[in-house]
Each structure stands twice: as structure tokens, then as C-alpha cells.
């Protein structure tokens, strides 16, 4: 039963860090959101740092399963594409980090480990993704080229969401994850080699809005 309420805690925990940041939840919200007492809450996380630095492990052990390598040399689109949509599930289960990365580290130093980890480890499986694809001439990539677009495709899917929140035009997650996956797949179509592009090009068609 303790166990039970303490994945509970977790789950909402992360639910109303990602509808209204951590910042603005409170331990008795999280107390209130799945109707326990704050002492009960007390019992399982001291403080709300206890309940965030929780949620940075399991961040880390979901963030290890989405940035697999590639498991060949070569890699077709489709493989790409699933990759993309793994990483979309999770930095859409994750939003509250991507929203307020700088604060979050500010404050919850686990957190800027974390997420520092899996900037770095994001934009390395990228360039590998992207020598894949040039190996299995779905690409034309020069070797030189591929860290700056691996970089720049790390960006966007840590910083687009942020960008769009600025200029307000972003209404929820699943939007959020549409214009990441949009923006992805069009910088990719510059490099498209041959018929590539027409197939980049039906791929952006799957995240239309």
C-alpha cells in the first residue's frame, strides 16, 4: 500500500508539474489531487525537492530507452521516424523540463544533471541517426555537416516548444509535439537524397494539424 501511494504521489506529481509547472504546485495540491493528507505526502518525500529529484530518476532510466543507437550502420526513414516519435511520447511526458529548464536547474540541481545528460546524449544520436541515413543514401550529408544539424535538431526538439510559447502560438502538448516533428523533418529535406524527399514529405503529412 505504501508503495502504491508513493508511485500515486509521483504520477500526479508529474502530471500537475507539466499543466502548471513546478514552481506553481505546492505540496498540499499534490496532497489534494489524489486526496490524501499532507502528513500522509510527508511520510513518502520530506519536501517537493525529494518528490522532484524522484521524478529526475525516473526521467533518466525513460531517457536511456529513447536515445538507443541505431542498431545497424545503415537507417531507413521508417527507423527514423520511430525514433522521432519515441522521443516526442517522452519529451511530451517530460513537458514541465522543457519548459523551464534554466529554473529548473536553478533550483533542483538533479534536474540540470539530467537534463544536461540527455541534451548531450540527444544530440549524439542524432548525428548518428543522420551518418545512417547518408549511409543508406537517404541523405547526402557531408561527415563536416552532420554535428551542426544534429545540434540544430536537438534544439528543436529541447527549444521549439519554448519558442512558440514566446510568440504564443502553441494551445497544448500534442500541438507541441506536431510543430517539433514538423520542423525535424523539413530541416532534413534540404539533404533528402533522390526519392527521399517525397518520402520526408508524406512522413510531415502524419503530423499536420
Not at 6 to 31: M, P, Y
Not at 129 to 153: A, C, F, K, Q
Request: charged residues 25%; glycine residues 4%; proline residues 2%.
Amino acid at each position: 500500500m505504501a508503495r502504491d501511494t508513493r508511485t500515486r504521489i509521483l504520477v500526479n506529481s508529474l502530471l500537475l508539474f507539466n499543466e502548471q509547472g513546478v514552481s506553481k504546485t505546492t505540496t498540499n495540491d499534490i496532497a489534494d489531487e489524489i486526496d490524501i493528507s499532507p502528513g500522509n505526502l510527508h511520510y513518502h518525500f520530506r519536501k517537493k525537492s525529494d518528490i522532484v529529484d524522484a521524478l529526475m530518476a525516473e526521467f533518466q532510466a525513460d531517457a536511456r530507452k529513447v536515445l538507443q543507437t541505431p542498431d545497424g550502420e545503415q537507417v531507413s526513414i521508417d527507423e527514423f521516424w520511430v525514433f522521432l516519435h519515441l522521443l516526442l511520447e517522452f519529451t511530451a511526458a517530460y513537458r514541465f523540463m522543457m519548459r523551464d529548464m534554466e529554473g529548473l536547474a536553478a533550483d533542483y540541481p538533479k534536474a540540470g544533471k539530467a537534463l544536461t545528460h540527455f541534451a548531450k546524449g540527444l544530440m549524439s544520436v542524432f548525428e548518428l541517426y543522420l551518418i545512417g541515413l547518408s549511409r543508406s543514401h537517404v541523405l547526402t550529408m557531408r561527415l563536416e555537416d552532420v554535428r551542426l544539424v544534429g545540434r540544430n535538431l536537438a534544439v528543436i526538439a529541447l527549444f521549439s516548444e519554448r519558442f512558440d510559447m514566446l510568440v504564443d502560438c502553441v494551445r497544448d502538448a500534442d500541438e507541441a509535439a506536431l510543430r517539433v516533428a514538423q520542423s525535424i523533418l523539413s530541416a532534413l529535406k534540404p539533404f533528402a537524397a533522390g526519392g527521399a524527399a517525397k518520402q520526408l514529405e508524406e512522413l510531415a503529412t502524419h503530423y499536420d494539424e
